[in-house]
């Protein structure tokens, strides 16, 4: 390949390298609840309400409870999950990141009663003066009745959401 063509595409590799570099992930579009590591908590999402307690360790933090469906904003006829992942962020006043932890959950009922368990542990690094945030993610897709796992059924209906962390530059 010739010279005069080459630098281009190192031109672009630098740049995407320069870029990703400087990215950071933000929470600043999500509902956040202010730090707090006493009793129990609660932060509602569009289609997950969380209910949640902060328990400190020795150099990280476990968050712990258990989320529920927000019935009022989902079909009624969802009643199982076919993908769930969910993450909890501390995050700067900001927006800005500090620390994440991700779960992602197996296929089976969705029972909006008894919700699903989440644990997280969060060890953020160096973290600068000012009030932390708590707030949580998600990327969903429920369906009626379980999948038969095979080929997919066009006719089975889904349900598609995610709110989660946006990486900017």
């Not at 199982?80 to 779960?103: N, R, T």
């Amino acid at each position: 390949m010739h010279a005069h063509r080459l630098l281009p595409l190192l031109a672009a590799a630098a740049l995407a390298v320069l870029l990703a570099g400087c990215s950071q992930m933000s929470v600043r579009h999500l509902d956040r609840a202010p730090w707090s590591t006493g009793g129990n908590e609660t932060l509602s999402l569009k289609f997950w309400r969380f209910e949640y307690a902060v328990e400190p360790q020795a150099d990280r933090f476990r968050i712990t409870g258990r989320a529920y469906p927000v019935k009022e904003t989902l079909p009624e006829w969802v009643d199982w999950i076919d993908e769930l992942w969910m993450a909890a962020y501390i995050s700067d006043a900001s927006g800005k990141v500090l620390a994440d932890d991700l779960h992602v959950y197996l296929p089976g009922p969705l029972d909006a009663a008894k919700g699903v368990p989440i644990d997280f542990t969060l060890k953020p690094g160096r973290i600068e003066d000012g009030r932390l945030f708590l707030t949580f993610g998600y990327r969903m897709a429920l369906g009626r009745g379980k999948s038969s796992g095979a080929a997919p059924d066009p006719n089975r209906r889904q349900f598609f959401a995610n709110e989660r962390a946006v990486e900017i530059f």
